[in-house]
């Protein structure tokens, strides 16, 4: 059996467990955020055939032609919903494109007004009644647990447990489904499926992928790989995490490396937690204490911080 390469931690402790579980989960998941910005989530609720029901749904999506996968790609909305294709997006500071085309969805706004003036309507293929069931249960159930996990991140620094997940309630969050195709000779030597880069956003949580890959940038600059295992959420910290508390969060490097076999596919699905985007991510006082008494990073809102990071990485 495979062996998890960072901390393990059951979700059912948190939310069911005793005073001393929830404790520990606290401790714990807050210490791997400081030292690591890596942890292996269990009981995180989000059901295995469900997952499995979405990499089905993706990979009937992404082996459609190029002109059928085109048609739900709208660069107007920066590639935030819908299909972004092949070689579009490239991580902050590389020029060579990532090996990968993914589709997004986000929060539902009809039912709301106001959030329908703030986030655009998602996209859904036509040629699939099952795509749009599947992938918003996805996204609901994955909302849900990333709001108990900021919860464990407030208490972790002292303040109350709604501090972080307030600012990602009705946040503008999304569900990437990517897929990194069979390797091609004609791609740049340098390009990777996803070269080394950090989130974004506040948390991400990376349901099982269908395969290996993923490796995270130690403190001695030795990549360690992250295995992906059944019934385990990988969860990271992102720049905007790292940005409220100053750095006491660590936003890690991260990549996703070539396979072995050129011909193996790859598909993921990584959830990013976004605050709102009026949220302020001033560095919060309390962190700045822990971190050396100096404000460190910026004082910008989150949807400052999304905005210039699309245009960074080539989708704006």
């Known amino acids: 059996m495979t062996e998890q390469t960072i901390p393990v931690v059951d979700l059912q402790d948190f939310l069911r467990g005793t005073k001393a579980q929830r404790d520990d989960f606290v401790a714990t998941t807050g210490d791997a955020l400081v030292q690591l910005g890596f942890f292996a989530l269990e009981g995180h609720g989000v059901d295995s055939d469900l997952i499995q029901q979405a990499y089905d749904q993706a990979e009937e999506f992404f082996l459609k032609s190029e002109s059928e996968k085109k048609s739900f790609e709208n660069a107007a909305i920066k590639g935030q919903r819908g299909y972004t294709s092949f070689g579009r997006e490239h991580a902050k500071g590389n020029n060579n494109p990532d090996l990968k085309e993914f589709w997004h969805v986000g929060r539902s706004v009809y039912q709301n007004p106001a959030l329908a003036k703030e986030y655009p309507q998602n996209i859904w293929p036509s040629f699939n009644n099952s795509f749009k069931p599947v992938f918003s249960d996805l996204f609901n159930r994955l909302d849900v647990c990333s709001l108990e996990l900021l919860k464990a991140c407030s208490l972790y620094i002292g303040q109350p447990a709604d501090y972080f997940s307030d600012m990602a309630q009705d946040g503008n969050s999304i569900l990437r489904i990517i897929h990194y195709p069979p390797i091609d ?11 080394a880069h950090e989130d974004i956003n506040l948390i991400t949580l990376l349901c099982e992928s269908t395969a290996s890959g993923l490796e995270l940038l130690e403190n001695s600059g030795k ?3 992250i295995p992906s295992i059944k019934g385990q959420i990988i969860v990271d910290a ?20 070539n396979p072995g076999n050129s011909r193996e596919r790859r598909f993921s699905m990584p959830f990013f937690v976004h605050p709102r985007s009026e949220i302020d991510l001033t560095p919060d006082p309390y962190c700045v204490g822990k971190t050396g008494g100096k404000p460190s990073y910026r004082n910008i809102t989150a949807g400052q911080f999304l905005q210039q990071r699309l245009a960074e990485i080539g989708l704006s």
């Open 238 to 257: 992102g720049d905007m995490l790292q940005n409220v508390t100053n750095g006491y969060f660590k936003s890690t490097t991260h990549r996703v490396v």
């Open 185 to 195: 000779e004609s791609m740049h030597p340098s390009s990777i499926r996803a070269a």
């Open 223 to 225: 990549w360690r790989p």
